[in-house]
């Protein structure tokens, strides 16, 4: 079966892009990077495309202003590269802006995201900061299919970890980040091989074949 193309967006060191990026380098791996876009000239990230020879292009969002028509003409502007490479999913990797209802809805069910807590607790940014001062026990990583509301999209899959007594966010966020790097090449392998989707609904199915173990890692039931 040909392989799905993946467009990865960025907006900073691009970590999660590495890891995509790794997984799709062996041949078994059902997904390959066509795109990648920052919404940064300075993203790191853009190295490690140039580095993997993999198309890279910065949109930056300051060249369109500010206000709702300079979102849309933005959001506009995603969408024409994306439509332009013909990719089949779309991985939001530290990604860091908010999109219109319409560019969402147009990428419905393509569109996934890897946030840095067990959603729906957590939503937003300063999110290890709130954990530790929250003192959550288990923590984790959560890849979603994008919706209007901001981290609140259908789950695909989640890691969880231990919060440690001495943790720090950056500790924390350490931690988080090793399960995001097992945690999306995971989930989007489910979703390239066809074995998971969003339905009409709204709702994540798995094919019968799918074991719990593959979108659940830390504890693996
Ligand atoms: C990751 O921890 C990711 O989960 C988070 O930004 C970091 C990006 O790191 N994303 C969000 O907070 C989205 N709300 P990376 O650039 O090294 O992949």
């Not at 392989?3 to 790794?22: E, P, T």
């Not at 989930?187 to 719990?212: I, M, P, Q, Y």
Request: one cysteine or more.
């Amino acid at each position: 079966m040909a392989r799905k193309k993946l467009a990865v967006l960025i907006s900073g060191r691009g970590s999660n892009l590495q890891s995509l990026l790794d997984a799709a380098a062996a041949k078994d791996f059902p997904a390959e990077i066509a795109l990648v876009i920052s919404n940064k000239p300075d993203a790191g990230g853009l190295a490690r495309a140039e580095k993997a020879g993999v198309p890279q292009l910065t949109i930056n969002h300051r060249d369109f202003g500010k206000g709702p028509a300079a979102r849309a003409a933005f959001d506009g502007a995603l969408s024409d590269a994306l439509a332009k490479a013909d990719v089949d999913f779309i991985c939001l990797a530290g990604f860091m802006r908010i999109l219109t209802e319409e560019f969402v809805e147009r990428w419905r069910g393509k569109l996934i995201n890897i946030h840095p807590s067990l959603l729906p607790s957590f939503k937003g940014l300063d999110v290890h900061e709130r954990m530790i001062e929250a003192g959550v026990k288990i923590a984790g990583c959560t890849v979603h299919f994008v919706t209007a509301e901001m981290d609140a999209g259908p789950i695909i899959g989640q890691a969880a970890v231990p919060v440690m007594p001495g943790d720090d966010a950056d500790t924390l966020a350490a931690r988080i980040l090793t399960e995001e790097h097992r945690l999306y090449p995971a989930c989007v392998k489910l979703l390239a091989e066809g074995k998971a989707r969003l339905t009409a609904k709204g709702v994540v199915e798995f094919d019968s074949d799918v074991g719990a173990g593959a979108p659940l890692l830390n504890p693996a039931p």
